[in-house]
């Protein structure tokens, strides 16, 4: 496995009107590993995943991804680092109900120039792996939840991203699905080569990982 450090958050404060939902986070990931997030509602675990993927900007800090400070880029420049670099994969899809599923998967390609054959063919590849190939000229109100996230996660690597973030991708599904998009994410994480981060409260899921952050109130807690 490669031991090449991949992302480094430094001194990262991010503070909201009401609210310091980070207080000061220090941490490194390497490329091409799997890191598991816990902690209580409200710790800050999706904010710390928003600015490791460039959703959203510290008060302070340094958000360091293969030795570039996402804090300099412009708007611009970050849009493309979340388009070509990070795959999303959220509790509450985005699914857009206007278009079906395969015009969803495709459209991160599209938006950022890259539509092509070998992101159709890695859509239904994908699909196939996935049991949902029935379901890409379908709307996403025609689908069941679990086939929703399915094609959610499919969206999310169709452009192969090198950086894989999960924020409690099984909150809506029962223990065995969840158990069954855990692993699917962890086998096609280490396909794409791509560093995944997983948040969970999700205890049985917790321990199978390895690197295990745990929040409190904004900070990184040892366990
Ligand atoms: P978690 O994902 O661990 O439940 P969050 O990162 O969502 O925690 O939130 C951490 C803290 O920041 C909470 O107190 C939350 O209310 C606050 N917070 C998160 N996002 C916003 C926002 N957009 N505006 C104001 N406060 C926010
Ligand atoms: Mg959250």
Redesign the pocket.
């Known amino acids: 496995m490669s031991t090449n450090i991949m992302i480094k958050v430094e001194s990262v404060k991010k503070f ?4 310091h ?1 980070l207080n000061g986070i220090t941490l490194s990931m390497n490329e091409g590993e799997e890191y598991l997030i816990r ?10 995943l928003y600015l490791l993927g460039g959703l959203d900007r510290p008060t302070e800090g340094k958000v360091i991804v293969n030795q570039k400070n996402l804090v300099d880029l412009s708007d611009e420049d970050l849009a493309l680092y979340r388009n070509r670099y990070v795959g999303f994969v959220f509790q509450f899809h985005f699914l857009l109900s206007s278009m079906n599923c395969l015009d969803n998967i495709l459209l991160p390609g599209r938006l950022g120039g890259v539509y092509s054959d070998e992101v159709m063919s890695r859509a239904k590849q994908l699909a196939k792996i996935l049991s949902v190939e029935h379901c890409l000229e379908k709307y996403p109100y025609e689908l069941s939840g679990g086939e929703q996230q399915r094609i959610n996660i499919i969206r999310a690597l169709s452009l192969k991203p090198k950086l894989l973030l999960c ?1 409690e991708p099984t909150g809506n599904l029962d223990s065995e699905n969840s158990q069954k998009v855990i692993q699917l994410l962890r086998s096609l994480a280490k396909e794409f080569h791509a560093t995944l981060v997983v ?1 969970t409260h999700d205890p049985q899921i917790a321990q199978s990982f390895s690197n295990q952050l745990l ?1 409190k109130d ?1 900070l990184l807690v040892t366990q």
């Open positions: 909201y009107k009401k609210s939902a902690g209580a509602s409200g710790s800050g675990k999706s904010t710390l924020d948040v929040m904004g």
